[in-house]
């Protein structure tokens, strides 16, 4: 596609259930990364998938969070157990970077408002 | 956990005036960008300074990055009303990007 596409915009869910947030980067963008981002606050890093790589998982808050990358390309955040603290906007981009070259730039989506309530 | 700082959090400026905001980190890095978010949801990419590098030009934005202090700044000259919004620097290292806080710039007519 033209752009990172992200599904659902919006999403509304009880506390204690499951949330699947998906992820559709640039074609031929090996690194696709998560970020959560509460309002008014500055993008908190939550996993980074670089090609073949084992992902960098460092940036997960809790073992209720899960990402999975199927066959270098769309990606899936999972959130298990739902609490209200995990309102936010969650953000995916995509670049170009890898080992061998470096220095490129991110593109983003438009991010999943998740509200729990 | 964030890498960077930037500093102002918040800034109100009249057009026509230039607006400064800085940005501190903590590790080496490969280089530095600095995105620009409207209305709280994706962010859009303004200019990269690579970790060799001490100026670049972009237009009205103007980017330091000093590696020995761990610091950079963006400079918009002339803004306008249309420059309000968050402006986020973000470190690279070795492809893993980090955001830090942002400064909220409000630029009134």
């Known amino acids: 596609g033209a752009g990172v596409s992200q599904s659902p915009s919006n999403k509304v869910t009880e506390k204690g259930k499951d949330v699947e947030l998906r992820c559709d980067p640039i074609s031929g963008h090996t690194a696709l990364y998560w970020y959560r981002q509460s309002l008014g606050q500055g993008l908190e890093f939550l996993i980074y ?31 298990q157990r ?17 080992p061998e070259k470096l220095n490129t730039e991110a593109f983003f989506g438009q991010g999943t408002r998740l509200t729990v309530v | 956990s964030q890498q960077g700082e930037e500093d102002p959090q918040a800034l109100s400026i009249q057009e026509g005036e ?5 940005c501190s980190y ?18 859009v990419h303004l200019i990269l300074i690579r970790s060799n590098e001490r100026e670049k030009h972009s237009g009205r934005l103007r980017v330091t990055l000093d590696t020995s202090k761990k610091s950079s ?19 690279d290292s070795w492809g893993k990007l980090q955001f830090g806080a942002g ?6 007519p």
């Open chain 1, 49 to 79: 998938f670089q090609g073949n790589s084992a992902p960098d998982k460092s940036g997960l808050p809790s073992d209720r969070f899960s990402a999975e990358r199927t066959g270098g390309s769309v990606s899936t955040l999972t959130i």
């Open chain 1, 82 to 98: 739902t609490q209200q603290e995990d309102s936010a906007v969650y953000l995916c981009a995509s670049s170009l970077s890898r």
């Open chain 2, 18 to 22: 230039n607006a400064t905001m800085n």
């Open chain 2, 26 to 43: 903590k590790t080496s890095i490969n280089n530095l960008q600095w995105y620009r978010q409207n209305s709280g949801r994706g962010l």
């Open chain 2, 73 to 91: 700044s963006l400079l918009i000259t002339a803004s306008r009303a249309a420059d309000t919004a968050s402006y986020f620097c973000a470190t």
């Open chain 2, 103 to 108: 400064t909220q710039v409000v630029v009134t």
